[in-house]
């Protein structure tokens, strides 16, 4: 569905920007890819490792609403992953959080519709499910924006969804190139935030995968989550450095204990496929009327029982440290 196609991604010089133009090279042949980010050395050096005559580069910040309507003309599908991901940081700079996640999201909306976008696609988080810090928080609003937009585009025909997973194996500023800058180092110890702590487990190819598919499944409306593995972050440490002593350092301003990606509280929007779950709409879409329980690709979905929770800590699947070591060598 992406040839001849052009394809914009906000926030592209990114971990996932850099797999999915990856992605998309090998397996379609699209008319326009392009970055939209707002640092131009990233950009040059993206430039260096893809430079097919489709990519383009766009210097532009989600912040600018001008600019975004120019860079969205013409463009088939967008992929809004420009964020502002670092809980602490978010939790220190507040404003700087929401201008971009919140007013970025926004802009991002009405530069689609503008447009006449075909499909749209925001990349959340588990963090934004029961939120208790700053970054969660403005991701559930960015969330509940591109929902909403199903019902504000009226009789257009441009589709959002969002597609919310877990922590991204080694992605830029997770803890596993933590682990492995502190081992190369020389580091005595690791840090561990708590020995009880988990997280929902992915690699960059798994989440750009689940990405693409979404955009054929999508009817406007969904928060898409995947069915991933857990790990424990002292099964972790242990997978990176055997060896090494865990030193308990206490949970950072915002962390949870375990996170969540389907909230007891929306089990009654929920339904579950063979492979993923879908949140559906809390409101209902003026002039339209979407069976959720059966997508786009013919799927079909049942709901889960009233008061499930979908969380890292009692997830069905947990990783061992072997599992640990091969998904690293696939990331």
Known sequence: MFDNKSILITGGTGSFGHKYVSTLLKRFKPKRLIIYSRDELKQYEMQQEFHDPCMRYFIGDV???????YALKDVDFVIHAAAMKQVPAAEYNPMECIKTNIHGAENVIKAAIFNKVSRV????????????????????????????ANNIVGVGNTRFAAVRYGNV??????????FKKLIADGAPTLPITHPDMTRFWITLQEGVDFVLKNFERMQGGEIFVPKIPSVRITELAAAYAPN????????????????????ADDSHHTLEFDDHFVI?????????????????????????????????????QFLSVEEIIKLDALA
């Open 63 to 69: 912040r600018d609403a001008d600019r975004l309507m």
């Open 121 to 148: 696609i925001a990349l959340s988080t588990d963090k934004a499910a029961n939120p208790i810090n700053l970054y969660g928080a403005t991701k559930l609003a960015s969330d509940k924006l591109f929902i909403a």
């Open 169 to 178: 194996v080694g992605s830029r500023g997770s803890v596993v190139p933590l």
């Open 244 to 263: 090494l002593k865990q030193e308990i350092i206490g949970i950072r301003p915002g962390e949870k204990m375990h996170e969540i990606m389907c909230p």
């Open 280 to 316: 559906t709409p809390s409101i209902k879409f003026f002039g339209r009327e979407t069976d959720f329980c059966t997508n786009s690709l013919g799927e079909k979905g049942q709901p889960v029982p009233m008061g499930y929770e979908y969380n890292s800590g009692t997830n069905s």
